[in-house]
């Protein structure tokens, strides 16, 4: 339950830096449920400037000597109740103590950031501290080169009246100190009117606190938590399977797209077309065209169709539409002259239910991955038609409306 920080840990967290540990210049430790800090960090990431240490079980600021390069620490909601162990931090700038338990009998102890001399921001809003309503005072009197105290700026006339206040301010906390018990207690566990449990905002009842959500998730996990034989693997395939030498080949709608597959107005080509988003990046699409076969992978889910008659690998074509986003593969017929007359296609174009199968064609098969997008100009069927790449002849003009002949001026040559 907790402990210390371990190099496993840090290399979890230093993906940014290639898992490069010695030159690592930010690191990340939130709920790592650490309870110390040891040198691990000082040997294995020596030029740290920016450390995020928060909402952890840390109760004292030590083995930081090695960090000559923290600019940033950040020790939010942990257990430290003194400042300590950072005169060798040298290029210190902003420390955050946020919700520790830094109370008045320790709070002299910030004078040792004297040392940090580049320190300009310091949190300790949080602290028992905090209460007593000449700590900001005090603190500026005794960092003066702090610029700025809870986020707020030091302004040069706060500065001087609390530089006028300090001996009253010394004399005041000495006295509290000496006549009130320490804030930090023991822990103790109470009841409010309620009947639920009340504990006092100490160190140990934060530990105590944090193990016990600890528990609980572990017990949600276990409960959560399913045999191998229940869990669901990922619908999700990473490329085209292999087709099985001898056995069923079947129509696939993984994605339960809304599907056309037509021959050309001219007869020469069948066209697929399948109505995809457009904010789809054609980069998740992949397509495998065979001679009886179209298979097409959009975004690891799996179309799979058969082609009524055998079409041409090589001359295949893919290309979308800069408006609908649709996805329009063109394969020409092997034998143009056999026509594709279809009727109506059964419901399994759409619903991908294994209902046809086929023996695997044994042919090379080719893969279309340059995806072209394209603007789907007017159909204009007298002339030519660029999605069926087909060339029709153009009307002719009625016999009684004949071409003007082409004339010249009759003019003699020049003698």
Avoid at 152 to 157: D, G, M
Avoid at 159 to 169: F, G, K, W, Y
């Amino acid at each position: 339950m907790g402990g210390d920080i371990t190099q496993e840990m840090i290399r979890r967290r230093s993906e940014h830096n290639e898992c490069v540990l010695y030159t690592m210049e930010e690191l990340v430790l939130q709920e790592e449920s650490i309870e110390r800090i040891n040198k691990t960090l000082g040997i294995l990431c020596p030029h740290l400037k920016i450390l995020y240490m928060p909402n952890n079980l840390i109760p004292r600021l030590e083995n930081l000597h090695k960090l000559k390069e923290l600019e940033y620490l950040n020790m939010a909601m942990n257990n430290i109740i003194k400042v300590q162990g950072l005169e060798k931090c040298e290029q210190l700038k902003k420390l955050d103590l946020t919700l520790n338990f830094i109370d008045l009998q320790n709070l002299p102890s910030v004078t040792s950031l004297n040392a940090n001399v580049h320190l300009r921001e310091l949190f300790l809003t949080g602290n028992p501290c905090t209460d007593w309503d000449g700590c900001r005072s005090y603190v500026i009197a005794k960092l003066p080169h702090l610029k700025r105290l809870d986020a707020w700026e030091i302004k040069p006339r706060e500065r001087i009246t609390a530089l006028q206040e300090i001996h009253r301010l010394e004399e005041d906390l000495q006295a509290m100190n000496s006549s009130e018990e320490p804030i930090v207690k023991e822990t103790q566990v109470e009841k409010d009117e309620k009947g639920e449990l009340k504990r006092m905002y100490t160190p140990d009842t934060r530990i105590a606190e944090h193990r016990e959500l600890k528990e609980l998730r572990e017990q949600e996990e276990k409960k959560s938590e399913r045999p191998d034989s229940q869990r669901k693997e990922s619908t999700r395939r990473k490329g085209f399977d292999p087709l099985p030498v001898n056995g069923r080949v079947y129509q696939k709608n993984e994605g339960g797209w809304e599907i056309k597959l037509d021959e050309s107005d001219c007869g020469t080509k069948i066209i697929l077309d399948v109505a995809i988003s457009k904010f789809l990046d054609t980069s998740l699409i992949d397509i495998d065209v065979q001679p009886l076969l179209i298979r097409v992978l959009i975004k690891g889910k799996l179309l799979q169709l058969h082609l009524p008659t055998e079409v041409k690998t090589d001359a295949s074509s893919a290309e979308r539409s800069l408006t609908t986003g649709h996805l329009v593969v063109t394969m020409p017929l092997v034998t143009p002259s056999v026509a594709f007359k279809p009727k109506h296609f059964p419901d399994y174009y759409v619903t991908g239910q294994p209902k046809v199968e086929a023996s695997p064609p044994q042919t090379q098969v080719v893969n279309i991955h340059n995806i072209t997008n394209k603007e789907e100009p007017p159909k204009e069927p007298s002339k030519h038609n660029p999605r069926t790449n087909c060339t029709y002849p153009a009307k002719s003009e009625p016999e009684g409306k004949q071409q003007p002949p082409s004339w010249t001026d009759d003019v003699p040559q020049l003698e």
